[in-house]
């Protein structure tokens, strides 16, 4: 008996304590929407990329062509050449691999260029939100626009357009 008296204090403490604690969302997606500086950069972003995809299109459509012209060939050259002309095509697609790995990759020029960017407009939403989660005791704030799935959502718990208000929009 006593050990159910105790559980039964237990869990009215426990929640006791999660209703105490108040939770919030933003849309994150709306937020950068509506911040002029994330839209330049992402146009900027997004030139560089088609920028970058044309430099490696020509590039391809040249192996693509060096290749043809090589199996068209073929029947005339002798070994020797043949060889030259497959270490010559290999290069050539060696190095194109290397610049689209140069220009794409985990830590390409694209991904550098991204962080300079847009990370700065992301610390700062995010410090716009610690500090309404500090001034408005929030225990958590979901971003309704990531990969958390939120099924029902009170506007009257969006943070959104205070966020937006303590970065200075709007």
Do not use: C
């Not at 008296?5 to 709306?30: H, M, N, P, R």
């Not at 459509?61 to 060889?83: G, H, N, P, T």
């Not at 697609?93 to 990759?105: D, N, T, V």
């Amino acid at each position: 008996m006593k050990k159910l008296v105790v559980t039964f204090a237990a869990v009215l403490a426990l929640l006791g304590t999660s209703s105490a604690q108040k939770f919030a969302f933003i849309d994150s997606e709306y937020i950068l929407e509506n911040i002029p500086a994330f839209t330049a950069a992402q146009e900027q972003l997004d030139q560089l990329s088609s920028q970058y995809q044309k430099e490696l299109e020509s590039m391809h459509a040249e192996i693509e062509q060096m290749y043809s012209d090589y199996q068209a060939e073929s029947v005339l050259l002798s070994d020797d050449m043949k060889r030259k002309r497959e270490d010559v095509i290999i290069t050539k697609e060696k190095s194109y691999k290397q610049l689209q790995s140069k220009y794409f990759g985990r830590s390409g020029d694209l991904f550098k260029k991204r962080q300079s960017l847009v990370k700065p407009i992301q610390d700062d939403i995010f410090n716009a939100v610690q500090e309404i989660s500090n001034e408005g005791s929030y225990a958590v704030i979901f971003d309704k626009a990531g990969g958390t799935t939120l099924f029902f959502t009170n506007p009257k718990f969006d943070l959104s357009d205070q966020v937006l208000q303590k970065l200075g929009y709007k």
